[in-house]
């Protein structure tokens, strides 16, 4: 067989993303909070690019956050004193720019006020990182005066204590018998001690064993309490009062006084240290009623960001041939890459305010009447609308948030499918899932009704070829219990 190397050409057709358009749709993604982190991430590392100032003074009167981190720093050109006669130099750089290239420091956009003031006053007013579960449980640990084997048993068991407080493994597979510096004696020993650690109720095998440690250590005296969680837990599971009951010897109603009881105790104590707050939501677009009549005005949240501009010193800087190569290339790039991300923020802001105002257009029932109005809406109808592709209405509405009549709600949740009802109008599957709610909140508890009556209660209402399992899925995606579990005694 003969071997050889021969070159061949052919034509085709092929798809790729450049940078830029990679970094378009990243920042069409990215939430108002997040954009604004982009944004000073960038302006700390690329050096051509800045603030405009006018927009900064404009920010600075509206801005509601006063520990804001990245801070103005004042421009100083030369040390005399005299910042007058600096700024009048610095304003008269035009043709004779290049007798300035070497001796006049690179200017920067004036940021917000005095920086090294303002960083310490946000570094005194943040708060201080919270302690972990874990580093909690062993700083009370190390105070136990224990053996030297029963405090390795303990350090082990608090290494596999969750979030929540409760012990993730089985007591025996922590214990090795060629390796492990204690017995299992010791290990249970340990849990012992482990378990009155605080918050009451830690290292917990189960939930079971969480509410009966919560009640020995509690003040109060719970005899009752206690009989009815060792004993009838399964029982109390499956909502059987009568059988209880009758079992324990007690009125249905002490046995409901009981269970309201329990119901103050913790089943998460874990999450009672070292738990973090809850991010804060930003909404990215406002929407109104119009002062001049029916409808809804829609603007962006973060309109009164402050524009981003390239430094005109770099700019010439870049352009000239007396300055080194190596700097110009850097330079350069630098400014594609300021130019990429002013773009892209445009492109996306510009975006974004589209797909709203066809959102808002097509739901305004919604905004005006509530829940019971929101309408089927795919998200092809809003890309043919925009005349954008579906890919970028999902990025667009994705993580964003908007403040309405309605109050702060996901854009997502605008997009849903639905049915015809009875009577032929499109009906959303949300108004469906709020129907259900409603009828469930008004039935009676003594007799609650099964999924099956509650479909036909649905079908009363107005909804077509609604089956049984559809209206299970649906309670479930709700966090609805069934019928046996919803009756009250």
Known sequence: MR??????????QRMKLAPRMIQSMEVLQLPLLALQEKIETELSSNPVLELDPSSVDEALQTSQDDTAVSSDQELVVDNDGNN?????????LGDDFKDFVNQSRPMRANRRGDDSDAKYEAMQNTAASPISLHDYLMDQWHLYETSDAVRAAGEAIIDYIDNKGFLTV??????NKDRSPFTIEELNEALKLVQTLEPTGVGARDLRECLLIQMNQSKEYLPFERRLISDFYDLLLENRLPEIAKRMNASIDRVKEAIAHIAKLDTSPGLL????GNRPVMTDVIIEPREDGPGFTVRLAGANM???RVNDFYVKMAK????????RQFLQQNIRSAQWLMEAVEQRQNTLLRVATAIVNYQQEFFEKGELYLKPLPMQRIADEVGVHIATVSRAVAGKYAISPQGVIPLRSLFTGGSETQDGKEQSWNVVKVMLQDIIANEDKSKPLSDEALAKKLKEKGVKQIARRTVAKYRKLLNIPSARFRKKF
Do not use: W
């Not at 240290?273 to 973090?276: N, Q, R, V, Y």
């Open 3 to 12: 071997m050889e190397l021969s070159g061949q050409m052919r034509l085709e």
């Open 84 to 92: 007058a006669e600096d700024f009048g130099r610095l304003d008269s």
């Open 170 to 175: 089985h007591i025996e597979q922590l214990y």
């Open 273 to 276: 240290i070292g738990s973090s």
């Open 306 to 308: 402050p524009n981003l």
């Open 320 to 327: 000239n041939k007396d300055v080194g190569e190596k700097t």
